[in-house]
């Protein structure tokens, strides 16, 4: 039976998770500043100057292409999850492939600026599984260069990941 208790511990619970369902939904855009002011994306004339950073032009591309997979994989992944249809198992397993896909992003991201860090090389880390695609913006191809790098990768996991460097300039 339902008493007043359990039922107004219902609509609190109810209330409290359509909130934050809509909270973790809501575009970034709509977050408030540190002011209480909502950010205004229209006006371009109080937003801070921007960083210019020269990359070359493979290694933007390789980027684009593979942030565009990403988010594909993601919107996908989403849609599994707010399918109404869609069962207990395959929002579990959507969720966990939304989540690897994550941190695999993090982890190219932090690769990346690693190997920007140790050895100066402009590079575009790609994990996929146990298998690292390394493409680095260099014209000379270097044996050495490319078995530092493998190691410098190798050492931020703990199991034995397949690793290919490739040299584009």
């Not at 032009?57 to 989403?78: F, G, N, Y």
């Not at 579990?92 to 050895?119: C, H, Q, R």
């Not at 050495?144 to 300039?169: C, E, H, L, P, W």
Request: hydrophobic fraction near 40%; glycine fraction near 2%; charged fraction near 30%.
């Amino acid at each position: 039976m339902i008493n007043k208790k359990n039922l107004w511990f219902l609509t609190l619970f109810s209330l409290i998770l359509v909130l934050s369902v809509y909270y973790i939904t809501m575009p970034s855009e709509l977050l408030l500043t540190s002011n209480g002011n909502y950010i205004d994306t229209n006006n371009k004339e109080e937003t801070e100057p921007t960083v210019v950073i020269e990359e070359s032009e493979l290694i933007t591309a390789l980027r684009v292409s593979s942030d565009e997979e990403l988010m594909q994989e993601l919107d996908a992944l989403k849609e599994v999850l707010t399918n109404t249809e869609s069962s207990v198992d395959e929002k579990n397993t959507a969720f966990e492939k939304m989540k690897i896909l994550n941190i695999n992003k993090g982890e190219e991201t932090k690769l990346e600026t690693k190997l920007l860090d140790e050895m100066q090389l402009k590079t575009f880390v790609k994990i996929d599984g146990d298998q690292i695609k390394v493409v680095v913006d260099s014209k000379e191809h270097d044996t050495t260069v490319a078995n530092n790098i493998m190691r410098s990768v190798q050492s931020n996991f703990d199991k034995k990941m397949y690793i290919t460097v490739q040299f584009k300039g």
